[in-house]
DNA sequence: ACCGGGATGTTCT
DNA sequence: GAACATCCCGGTG
């Protein structure tokens, strides 16, 4: 006989490898309310895009593969980081097949735990919605750097993973364009958990 | 509240 | 040499 956690309680479960192992436009929104871990901190997904390589005009892999993009094309359920705008970290998580170069950008966290510690990373924060809703943010509030490109989130490599703590995600996500894109502006593959005041905007 | 611009340097053409 | 999956600050209303 299994026990069947109420929802919201009882013990959080690593997402295994079969999550990620899909399209991330179906990961994308089945992310949200999930929750990113690296030791004492934590924060829940609230906002997420999708990639969708080779067919996606807005994403690193649609020109194949490269030094800096060389995670999103291996296994999935990795974290893929790159370093923009000469100051930012971003963090995806790897979805699809081995070599398909798919993958989901977390985009904003509504932080749960180590707010002492993300305080200290992200001294310009002025309230506790400034720690983690953008995506650059809440690299800086995980410490999170090109050193954790690769990381696997299912072994835990590096402190990392994500956990499902027994939270359904909204059921309608809000939907909207990417943020921040020249090309594949117009497609409609970024969600976000409705009325939640950690997204990166409305 | 909204808007405009500067910071900053890796990556790829 | 241009572009960049961003953030922050200072202006104005």
């Given at each position: 006989?299994?026990?069947s956690p ?8 690593v ?8 399209d ?54 990795h974290?893929?980081v790159y ?6 970290w ?18 904003a ?28 943010k ?5 410490a999170?750097t ?20 027994g ?15 020249s090309?594949?502006?117009?497609l ?11 997204v990166?905007?409305?």
């Amino acid at each position: 006989m299994q026990a069947s956690p109420a929802p919201g309680s009882g013990p959080a479960t690593v997402l295994p490898r079969r999550f990620y192992r899909r399209d991330p436009r179906d990961v994308a929104p089945e992310l949200l309310n999930k929750v990113l871990v690296r030791g004492p901190l934590s924060g829940r997904i609230v906002e997420v895009e999708a990639y969708a390589g080779a067919e996606d005009p807005g994403s690193h892999a649609y020109r194949g593969i490269t030094r800096r993009n060389a995670t999103m094309f291996g296994p999935p359920g990795h974290l893929y980081v790159y370093f923009t705008y000469g100051m930012h970290w971003c963090a995806n998580a790897v979805c699809g097949e081995e070599g398909q170069g798919v993958a989901v950008l977390l985009r904003a966290l509504a932080p749960l735990s180590g707010f002492g510690q993300m305080r200290a990373a992200r001294q310009k924060a002025r309230r506790d919605r400034d720690l983690c809703s953008g995506p650059g943010k809440l690299c800086q509030a995980f410490a999170v750097t090109k050193e954790d490109d690769g990381a696997d989130l299912v072994a835990g490599d590096r402190d990392l993973v994500i956990t499902d703590a027994g939270l359904a995600p909204p059921v309608p996500a809000s939907v909207t364009t990417r943020v921040g894109l020249s090309a594949g502006a117009d497609l409609p593959w970024r969600w976000y958990v409705p009325d939640e005041p950690n997204v990166s905007r409305r």
